[in-house]
């Protein structure tokens, strides 16, 4: 079941993201997520948070469309978009996808830090918009990506060097290290010389593929190899 969580971030492309919302299973708002959502006429199954981004006249126009309100303490130890992750879960998803994630660095590295988590439970997930898709893998783990020739991809290690095999990119890589201090792995391309894919055998890396509106929503990260 896929779940999408939308989160108080930055948002562009109304249509795009209210498509991503119409494949969607499961659609959980993190707080202020609730807002652009209203914004873009779809309504989530529910709005997880502490509700200190949301005016009392949102709450109540909530309230009336009778959308659950899973409410939380403002002071705690995670964020909105933690316990909105957790709640898809909780709610049976085994594919979580995350828009609006980038924006405010700080919240944006938190997001990468949500992704390794769920790569770690084994559960597929990726920050979504309409020009960036990235992922997380946790070696031993691979993925497939259906993005035609020329997108660019970048291949970043998280918390040390890691060691993966790239195939199918204009640089390709056969278990080298990528250190955690260089920038070797940004700005690969697909090279369309066959199936393109990342391979990581040792460490943790995220895996940015750059895209456009017109690109799939569903298939930027094709199989979990």
Same mark, same amino acid.
């Given at each position: 079941? +896929?779940?999408?969580? =939308?989160? !108080?971030?930055?948002?562009?492309? %109304?249509?795009?993201?209210?498509?991503?919302?119409?494949?969607?299973?499961?659609?959980?708002?993190?707080?202020?997520?609730?807002?652009?959502?209203?914004?873009? @006429?779809?309504? %989530?199954?529910? /709005?997880?948070?502490?509700?200190?981004?949301?005016?009392?006249?949102?709450?109540?126009?909530? $309230?009336?469309?009778?959308?659950?309100?899973?409410?939380? %303490?403002? +002071?705690?130890?995670?964020?909105?978009? $933690?316990?909105?992750?957790? $709640?898809?879960?909780? +709610?049976?998803?085994?594919?979580? /996808?995350?828009?609006?994630?980038?924006?405010?660095?700080?919240?944006?590295?938190?997001?990468?830090?949500?992704?390794?988590?769920?790569?770690?439970?084994?559960?597929?997930?990726?920050?979504?918009? %309409?020009?960036?898709?990235?992922?997380?893998?946790?070696?031993?783990?691979?993925?497939? *990506?259906?993005?035609?020739?020329?997108?660019?991809?970048?291949?970043?290690?998280?918390?040390? !060097?890691?060691?993966?095999?790239? +195939?199918?990119? !204009?640089?390709?890589?056969?278990?080298?290290?990528?250190?955690? !201090?260089?920038?070797? @792995?940004?700005?690969?391309?697909?090279?369309?010389?066959?199936?393109?894919?990342?391979?990581?055998?040792?460490?943790?890396?995220?895996? *940015?593929?750059?895209?456009?509106?017109? =690109?799939?929503?569903?298939?930027?990260?094709?199989?979990?190899?």
């Amino acid at each position: 079941m +896929r779940a999408v969580v =939308f989160l !108080d971030g930055d948002y562009a492309g %109304p249509g795009w993201h209210r498509a991503l919302a119409g494949d969607a299973d499961l659609v959980l708002a993190a707080d202020g997520g609730a807002r652009f959502l209203a914004g873009i @006429g779809v309504t %989530p199954c529910a /709005v997880v948070g502490d509700f200190d981004s949301l005016d009392p006249d949102s709450v109540r126009r909530l $309230e009336a469309t009778r959308v659950e309100l899973v409410r939380h %303490p403002v +002071r705690k130890d995670v964020t909105d978009g $933690e316990l909105a992750v957790e $709640e898809a879960l909780r +709610r049976g998803a085994n594919e979580v /996808v995350l828009a609006g994630a980038t924006g405010a660095l700080d919240h944006t590295l938190g997001h990468l830090a949500i992704l390794r988590r769920l790569a770690a439970r084994g559960v597929a997930a990726r920050l979504a918009a %309409p020009d960036l898709s990235v992922t997380v893998l946790v070696a031993p783990a691979a993925v497939g *990506l259906a993005a035609p020739t020329g997108v660019r991809v970048s291949v970043v290690p998280l918390g040390g !060097d890691a060691t993966v095999t790239l +195939r199918g990119f !204009d640089y390709p890589l056969e278990r080298g290290v990528l250190p955690a !201090d260089a920038c070797l @792995g940004i700005g690969n391309m697909v090279a369309g010389t066959g199936p393109a894919v990342v391979d990581a055998h040792a460490g943790t890396v995220a895996v *940015l593929v750059e895209a456009d509106e017109a =690109f799939p929503r569903r298939t930027t990260f094709a199989d979990r190899l």
